[in-house]
């Protein structure tokens, strides 16, 4: 399945009379009067920056690892309109240039010709593992031994689960999150079931089955402060457990969802070579 990522981008570049390479601009504080770049940007608000010198605009837009200033000098209304919209996802459209700074060498701004919401059209569904009645289960060993931990908080009223995954191969503890999406006619009981069947022989055989499985990009998903607790044994051979403390970010949009920002702690066990 393929998903839009929440903070994706796309711009469309103009260029009257001759072509203008991003390493020119680069070399100039200004440009040709009859030579413009056009961007619109799709990406993350920020109006409250500030900067050694003041070498910033006080404005910033955010997408694909992209940060540019925002101008809005031309544009007073679109500033004013963009004074609630600080951490939303919002769409600039306006003209790209370059200007050197002392303690930035090259700032990259675009003075805003409008400003829009970013969001998606239709309401998500909020997913808050702090309401909702979620309940949290985590699992790091079956009956064939220790595995990589998973949490699973389960979202009774919505039919969904949300699943975060620690991996347990390297001292990376690599996270990794899906959203499964369950048919409405699920009750808690076969939510319960399907859970069971995660960590156990497969007991059940009468569960339902996810719709559709919804991928949360990994850079939403971090791992930090592992820490060795002891060794713990099985027929397997011996184990190093750690506990480790997880973090999900927030995500804005993922198909007809969105998710509020969470961390925990979870164990999880290192097989030791």
């Known amino acids: 399945m393929y998903l839009t990522p929440v903070t994706s981008f796309f711009f469309s570049i103009s260029i009257i009379m001759a072509a203008l390479l991003i390493p020119q601009i680069a070399h100039a504080d200004g440009n040709a009067p009859d030579e413009y770049i056009k961007v619109e940007v799709r990406g993350k608000l920020n109006n409250e920056i500030m900067a050694i010198g003041g070498e910033t605009t ?4 955010t997408a694909n690892g992209v940060t540019w200033e925002l101008d809005f000098s031309d544009a007073p209304n679109s500033q004013k309109k963009s004074k609630p919209m600080n951490g939303k996802i919002v769409v600039v459209k306006g003209e790209l240039s370059v200007k050197r700074g002392v303690e930035i060498p090259q700032r990259w701004i675009v ?5 829009e919401s970013g969001s998606t059209n239709g309401s998500a569904s909020l997913l808050d593992t702090g309401r909702d009645q979620v309940k949290k ?13 998973q949490i699973f908080f389960t979202f009774p009223k919505k039919n969904v689960v949300l699943k975060v995954r620690i991996d347990n191969k390297t001292k990376d503890f690599a996270v990794t999150g899906k959203i499964l999406v369950f048919p409405k006619s699920t009750t808690a009981e076969g939510l319960a079931k399907w859970l069971n069947n995660q960590h156990s022989d497969a007991l059940y055989t009468d569960i339902p089955l996810p719709v559709s499985t919804l991928d949360i990009p990994t850079k939403f998903c971090s ?12 027929h397997l051979g011996n184990f190093d457990k750690y506990s480790i403390e997880f973090t999900v970010k927030d995500v804005e949009r993922i198909g007809d969802f969105q998710i509020k920002g969470f961390s925990g702690k979870a164990m999880v066990y290192l097989k030791d070579k």
């Open 111 to 115: 003075k805003v010709d409008s400003i």
């Open 58 to 61: 006080g404005v910033i837009i």
């Open 137 to 149: 289960f985590e699992v790091s060993q079956t009956f064939g031994g220790y595995q990589e931990t």
């Open 223 to 234: 791992s930090t402060n592992p820490k060795y607790i002891d060794q713990a044994k099985s």
